[in-house]
């Protein structure tokens, strides 16, 4: 059976997520995910989200660009860490507004903690920076981003999962896998694919990561002939 879409999103996290909410206001929007996605490796984020709001103290996105780029060894794209910080306290007020319940402080202003990394004026010291919903963020923003799916018509595809991306003429036009309950084979024919399947901490042999967290969105990647960048 083919299923049409303008776009099919492989992988049922919050990225994935997001990415469809996105997509649905101008398309139609299909998540494919492995597993049910709500059990998507995205619930286990306890600590919180990185966004230079600054309801604790002073705080702004220079700095939160200097620590991420610091983190990542200076291996990560700088233009796209600009953008992340920029516009991550926008992003924090978009998932308040979808539903996700962060803690408060006493002022009733989003709360606002100290992690690993998080610092002012240029690593000088501690600042208070991690939106977090007590300790279950992910939990809490899957939860509210899996009602927004649902509320604008976004189909969810659970349990199936995708062996190959499909071409024609060089151009991505869908994906194809099977369910994983019955082996039945599933092809999703669409004007554009996004892959958004997390990680691959399972390669390790000692990780906090979930049993789902294999790579798969890699392989189909560099099968599909494109290459990985940073890894």
Not at 4 to 21: N, Q, R, Y
Not at 110 to 139: L, M, N
Not at 156 to 174: A, D, H, P
Not at 198 to 214: D, L, P
Request: glycine fraction near 10%.
């Amino acid at each position: 059976m083919t299923r049409k879409f303008d776009v099919v999103i492989v992988g049922g996290g919050i990225a994935g997520l997001f990415a469809a909410l996105t997509a649905s206001e101008h398309c139609s929007v299909a998540v494919v995910s492995k597993v049910h996605v709500t059990r998507s490796h995205s619930v286990a984020a306890q600590g919180g989200i990185a966004a230079s709001l600054g309801n604790e103290e002073e705080d702004n996105w220079e700095w939160h660009m200097f620590d991420t780029v610091k983190g990542s060894d200076f291996l990560a794209d700088q233009n796209a860490v600009e953008i992340l910080t920029k516009e991550a306290p926008d992003a924090i007020i978009t998932l308040e507004r979808m539903g996700v319940p962060f803690s408060r402080n006493a002022a009733g202003k989003i709360e606002q903690r100290r992690f690993g990394g998080h610092t002012r004026k240029h690593g000088e010291a501690p600042v208070k920076r991690a939106c977090y919903a007590s300790d279950r963020t992910g939990r809490a923003i899957m939860d509210a981003l899996y009602d927004q799916c649902q509320m604008r018509g976004v189909e969810l595809f659970n349990e199936v999962f995708i062996q190959k991306l499909l071409f024609q003429k060089g151009r991505c036009v869908g994906a194809i896998g099977f369910n994983v309950a019955d082996l039945e084979p599933q092809v999703f024919s669409s004007k554009a694919a996004v892959i958004a399947t997390g990680g691959c901490g399972r390669i390790f042999k000692v990780t906090s990561n979930g049993f789902a967290s294999t790579g798969d969105g890699f392989a189909l990647a560099l099968d599909a002939g494109f290459p990985l960048e940073d890894m």
